[in-house]
C-alpha cells in the first residue's frame, strides 16, 4: 500500500457516500412526493371536498395538487437542486457502471441479478427523465403524439392526451408512450427501493446479514407500495377522459379567477378612504 491509497480511498469512499446520498435526498424524496401526487388521480376519487365522484374528484384533486405545487415558494430554487442532483448521480453512476464487472454469467445470485438490474434500471431511468421533462416540463411537443403541450393549468388532460396519444382516442404512438412510461417508473421505483439497501451497507448502518434482511424488507416494502402507486397514476391517467378532464379543469380555473377577483376587490375596498377594514 503506497502513501496515495490513504488519500484516495477515502476520496473514493467520499464520492461513494455522496452518490448514495444524492440518490436519497432530494431525489428519492421527490419520487415518493411526485408519485404519491400522481396517484392521487385515482385516490382522489375518495375525496369528498371535490364534486363529482369517481375519476372527476381524481381529476380535481389532481389539479389542486399540481397548482400548489407550481405555486410554491422558491420552486425554481428547489428544481435546481434537484437537478444538480440528479446530474450529479446519474454522471457518477455511470461512469462506476462502466467500471463495474457483473458476474451473473458465472455466479447466478440473487445479489450479482441486483447489483446488474441496479446499472440497467439507472440507464433506463435517465432516459426516461430526459423525455418525461422534456416533454411535459420544457414543452418539445414534437415527442409527444399529436403534439400535445403540457400545462400545469391543465395538468390532467394534458397528460392523459400524451399517453393516449390524442384528445380523440387511444392511437399507435400513444400505447407505445404509455408502454415507455410504464417500463421507466418501474426502473426508477426499482433502482430507488434497491439503491436504498445497498445504500444501508455503503454508510455501514447494516453490517451483519440479519441487519441487512431487516432492512431488505422495509426496503421491499416501500419499493411495493411505490411501485403501486406509480401503477395506479398510469392507468388512472390511461382511463381519463381528456375532453372531459379539461372541462373541469376549465371550470376549477374560471372559479379560482372568480375568488382572485373577490379578494382584490375586498382588498381595494378596505384601503378606500372612510371606510373600515
Not at 5 to 27: A, F, K, N
Request: hydrophobic content about 45%.
Amino acid at each position: 500500500m503506497t502513501a496515495t491509497d490513504g488519500p484516495r480511498q477515502s476520496h473514493h469512499l467520499l464520492l461513494r457516500r455522496l452518490h448514495s446520498l444524492s440518490g436519497l435526498v432530494p431525489i428519492g424524496v421527490f419520487l415518493i412526493f411526485h408519485l404519491t401526487t400522481n396517484a392521487s388521480v385515482v385516490w382522489g376519487a375518495a375525496n369528498t371536498r371535490m364534486p363529482g365522484e369517481g375519476l372527476e374528484r381524481g381529476v380535481q384533486t389532481f389539479q389542486h395538487e399540481v397548482s400548489w405545487i407550481n405555486d410554491m415558494p422558491g420552486l425554481l430554487l428547489i428544481e435546481l437542486s434537484l437537478w444538480l442532483a440528479i446530474g450529479f448521480h446519474s454522471i457518477l453512476g455511470v461512469v462506476y457502471a462502466v467500471g463495474g464487472k457483473p458476474n451473473v454469467g458465472a455466479y447466478k445470485y440473487p445479489d450479482n441479478w441486483r447489483y446488474t438490474l441496479q446499472r440497467l434500471t439507472g440507464y433506463v431511468g435517465i432516459f426516461f427523465i430526459f423525455y418525461h421533462v422534456a416533454t411535459l416540463r420544457w414543452g418539445w411537443s414534437f415527442l409527444v403524439p399529436g403534439g400535445t403541450v403540457w400545462s400545469h393549468e391543465y395538468a390532467a388532460s394534458t397528460l392523459a392526451a400524451a399517453l393516449r396519444g390524442s384528445y380523440e382516442g387511444f392511437t399507435g404512438a400513444g400505447i407505445a408512450v404509455s408502454i415507455g412510461y410504464f417500463l421507466g417508473v418501474t426502473c426508477l421505483v426499482f433502482h430507488f427501493a434497491n439503491g436504498l439497501w445497498t445504500s444501508a451497507i455503503t454508510w455501514g448502518l447494516t453490517v451483519s446479514e440479519k441487519a441487512q434482511k431487516r432492512w431488505g424488507m422495509v426496503c421491499a416494502g416501500l419499493g411495493v407500495g411505490l411501485m403501486g402507486a406509480a401503477w395506479m397514476a398510469l392507468i388512472g391517467f390511461l382511463l381519463t377522459d381528456p375532453v372531459d378532464a379539461r372541462a373541469l379543469e376549465e371550470g376549477m380555473l374560471s372559479g379560482a379567477h372568480e375568488v382572485q377577483a373577490e379578494q382584490d376587490e375586498g382588498a381595494i375596498g378596505s384601503a378606500e378612504p372612510g371606510r373600515e377594514p
